[in-house]
């Protein structure tokens, strides 16, 4: 049966009747457009249905970020009930002694989606469109592999850019002379302690790091760091492609704009539900950051697991990242990296800018 404003209305009145939790929760409110967004909603961030014709309701946070498109009638009642009881687990958890509104926001969500319907508590546990997903508790530090670098990185700390390669026989070293290495250091095998050796005394570090850039291994990825690369240089897809890459992903901040990207290419194409640009500040604890069901599902459910899992983190950057390395396997040396042991090169020309 086509969904239609007067059916959705009912069957919320009639979930709401039989829970006292959504007692005095309304249906969020429901338009033919987008457009109407701000008229209806005010300030961008809560939820708002368009439903067309043809009965398909689309969920919008604001008036250009669509977050699901469904003709069933179950999961919009369950993305609205999401959406009551985030805005009363909110309330709940900033009063709780002892505890605060990090450690307890999804775990309370959780279990008033329990109370609500099991399988919804369930599918929300799962950070995914269903309740099918499941996966074993982390049991390890989540600041280990990836997570560690998350806080200092916000400040461009050790760099700008973080990017990732993955693929058959990919070499590290052809990667970076690829972006404008220096061939001579590359093949040197040279640190970076190396490089800051010969700086002038006096020089801050971080003035000459922007002319150099580290590189290595971890894992099953091929990792380059740096702040800028000389014009003309980088890696075009299709050259990637020539060396065997067959996924890349790129985190990029701007600590000047508070932005912070993230982008997942596989076999050449960008991984976006076409939504072009992915801001990492999207990501608000206990609302999966992208597309309901789309391409990028597999890290709503891996944040969902971090959020889960690790309570006691309180960035937001800690546990998108720690997702990151649960579903993707980054990985990034920490103690390389701290003690300058890590891989790197100067970039071969010496028109690199300073972003």
Same mark, same amino acid.
């Given at each position: 049966?086509?969904?239609?404003?007067?059916?959705?209305?009912? =069957?919320?009145?009639?979930?709401?009747?039989?829970?006292?939790?959504?007692?005095?929760?309304?249906?969020?409110?429901?338009?033919?457009?987008?457009?109407?967004?701000?008229?209806?909603?005010?300030?961008?961030?809560?939820?708002?249905?368009?439903?067309?014709?043809?009965?398909?309701?689309?969920?919008?946070?604001?008036?250009?970020?669509?977050?699901?498109?469904?003709?069933?009638?179950?999961?919009?009642?369950?993305?609205?009930?999401?959406?009551?009881?985030?805005?009363?687990?909110?309330?709940?958890?900033?009063?709780?002694?002892?505890?605060?509104?990090?450690?307890?926001?999804?775990?309370?969500?959780?279990?008033?989606?329990?109370?609500?319907?099991?399988?919804?508590?369930?599918?929300?546990?799962?950070?995914?469109?269903?309740?099918?997903?499941?996966?074993?508790?982390?049991?390890?530090?989540?600041?280990?592999?990836?997570?560690?670098?998350?806080?200092?990185?916000?400040?461009?700390?050790?760099?700008?850019?973080? %990017?990732?390669?993955?693929?058959?026989?990919?070499?590290?070293? /052809?990667?970076?002379?690829?972006?404008?290495?220096?061939?001579?250091?590359?093949?040197?095998?040279?640190?970076?302690?190396?490089?800051?050796?010969?700086?002038?005394?006096?020089?801050?570090?971080? %003035?000459?790091?922007?002319?150099?850039?580290?590189?290595?291994?971890?894992?099953?990825?091929?990792?380059?760091?740096?702040?800028?690369?000389?014009?003309?240089?980088?890696?075009?897809?299709?050259?990637?492609?020539?060396?065997?890459?067959?996924?890349?992903?790129?985190?990029?901040?701007?600590?000047?704009?508070?932005?912070?990207?993230?982008?997942?290419?596989?076999?050449?194409?960008?991984?976006?539900?076409?939504?072009?640009?992915? %801001?990492?500040?999207?990501?608000?604890?206990? /609302?999966?950051?992208?597309?309901?069901?789309?391409?990028?599902?597999?890290?709503?459910?891996?944040?969902?697991? =971090?959020?889960?899992?690790?309570?006691?983190?309180?960035?937001?950057?800690?546990?998108?990242?720690?997702?990151?390395?649960?579903?993707?396997?980054?990985?990034?040396?920490?103690r390389d990296i701290q003690e300058g042991t890590v891989r790197a090169a100067r970039w071969a020309r010496g028109d690199a800018g300073r972003g």
């Open positions: 049966m086509q969904m239609t404003e007067d059916s959705l209305r009912r =069957a919320w009145h009639q979930l709401a009747a039989g829970s006292d939790l959504l007692d005095d929760a309304m249906l969020p409110a429901i338009g033919t457009s987008r457009d109407q967004y701000e008229r209806l909603m005010g300030d961008p961030g809560g939820l708002f249905l368009v439903l067309d014709a043809e009965g398909t309701v689309r969920g919008y946070r604001s008036p250009y970020q669509e977050i699901f498109a469904t003709q069933d009638l179950d999961e919009v009642l369950y993305l609205a009930a999401e959406e009551a009881v985030r805005h009363l687990a909110e309330y709940i958890a900033a009063r709780s002694p002892g505890h605060g509104p990090v450690s307890n926001l999804v775990t309370g969500q959780t279990q008033m989606l329990d109370r609500i319907k099991p399988v919804w508590g369930r599918r929300f546990r799962s950070g995914g469109m269903d309740a099918t997903q499941s996966a074993q508790p982390c049991g390890r530090d989540p600041l280990e592999r990836l997570a560690w670098v998350a806080h200092t990185w916000r400040d461009q700390d050790p760099y700008t850019h973080l %990017e990732f390669f993955r693929g058959e026989g990919i070499s590290a070293e /052809r990667i970076a002379l690829l972006y404008g290495a220096d061939p001579e250091q590359t093949a040197a095998g040279t640190r970076l302690s190396d490089l800051r050796s010969t700086d002038d005394p006096g020089r801050d570090h971080w %003035e000459s790091d922007w002319e150099t850039f580290s590189f290595g291994q971890a894992g099953d990825w091929v990792f380059l760091m740096y702040h800028d690369t000389p014009s003309g240089t980088g890696g075009d897809s299709a050259a990637l492609t020539r060396l065997g890459v067959a996924e890349t992903v790129r985190l990029s901040a701007c600590a000047a704009k508070a932005v912070y990207t993230f982008a997942y290419t596989r076999d050449g194409r960008l991984v976006d539900d076409g939504r072009g640009g992915l %801001e990492l500040i999207w990501y608000d604890r206990g /609302r999966t950051p992208y597309y309901r069901g789309g391409r990028l599902d597999f890290l709503n459910q891996a944040i969902r697991r =971090a959020e889960l899992d690790h309570p006691e983190l309180t960035s937001t950057f800690a546990l998108y990242f720690h997702a990151l390395d649960d579903a993707l396997g980054l990985q990034l040396p920490q």
